[in-house]
């Protein structure tokens, strides 16, 4: 098992920048990577970014390249999502997931935080 935590959500204004945290417990040695994904009011959830648990081959959804970046902590079992230049479409609960292999799912997955942009 392994267990998220997300932290570092919160309301700002159009341009600001924020930076999510994901905390990974348990076992993270059966981690391969893990993911950000987002769900807006009425819509569908969408994957944002993931990375490798080694902190190597991170993706982006189109949408999201240039303006996050995704990184991994080198001494902590911690996951970044640092997000600059923030809309107010960027507004939804972010999530963090884990999965242990390249083609399995994102089995485990945090409670979400909840990120506001207002203009």
């Known amino acids: 098992q392994v267990q998220l935590v997300e932290s570092g959500g919160g309301q700002v204004q159009a341009g600001d920048s924020l930076r999510l945290s994901c905390a990974a417990s348990g076992r993270t040695d059966s981690t391969y990577s893990v993911g950000w994904f987002r769900q807006a009011p009425g819509k569908e959830r969408e994957f944002v970014a993931t990375i490798r648990w080694s902190g190597e081959d991170a993706y982006y959804a189109d949408s999201m390249k240039g303006r996050f970046t995704i990184s991994k902590g080198n001494a902590k079992n911690t996951v970044y999502l640092q997000m600059n230049s923030l809309k107010p479409d960027d507004t939804a609960v972010y999530s963090c997931?884990?999965?242990?292999?390249?083609?399995?799912?994102?089995?485990?997955w945090g409670q979400g935080t909840q990120v506001t942009v207002s203009s």
């Open positions: 997931a884990a999965k242990t292999s390249s083609t399995a799912r994102y089995i485990y």
